[in-house]
């Protein structure tokens, strides 16, 4: 009776575990999707935007073997290198850098924090003077 239990219980764990694999691991690639964005500076405070009024990308996808965020289902030479990503009570916080056009003040860091299990995303890019926060959700990549 006692090893019975003892097989159910180790067949239940396994199962409960193959269930609850995260698909929010830094190792899966993933299609991501903002539905709300918002630029804010000092004075003009936050406002609503689109992804094209900031020059950003509406849905992305974030690729974590070659560590590249590139915009979804278009060809464009637009993309981001990963620099970083780990996870922090159950997020997945995704950071990168970018230098935009050389010779110009215009860098800026950007970090995007994915919640696990849900898929929740929030995004947050900031610059010099300027900040771009958005959210949004993410799906495993088929």
């Known amino acids: 009776m006692t090893i019975t239990r003892v097989l159910a219980t180790a067949c239940l764990l396994t199962i409960s575990g193959v269930v609850s694999a995260s698909h929010f691991d830094g190792r ?10 918002f630029e804010c500076d000092h004075p003009n405070a936050c406002v609503s935007v689109t992804p094209g009024e900031v020059r950003g990308m509406s849905h992305f996808e974030l690729d974590f073997r ?6 979804a289902g278009i060809d464009s030479q637009q993309r981001s290198p990963i620099e970083s990503s780990d996870i922090v009570d159950n997020k997945l916080i995704i950071q990168g850098i970018e230098d935009g056009v050389e010779d110009e003040r215009d860098g800026a860091g950007w970090t995007i924090s994915i919640m696990d299990p849900e898929g929740t995303m929030v995004m947050a890019v900031a610059g010099d003077g300027f900040g771009i926060m958005g959210l949004g959700a993410c799906v495993p990549q088929p």
């Open 28 to 37: 899966t690639p993933l299609l991501c999707s903002i539905y709300q964005l």
């Open 66 to 71: 070659n560590k590249m965020l590139t915009p």
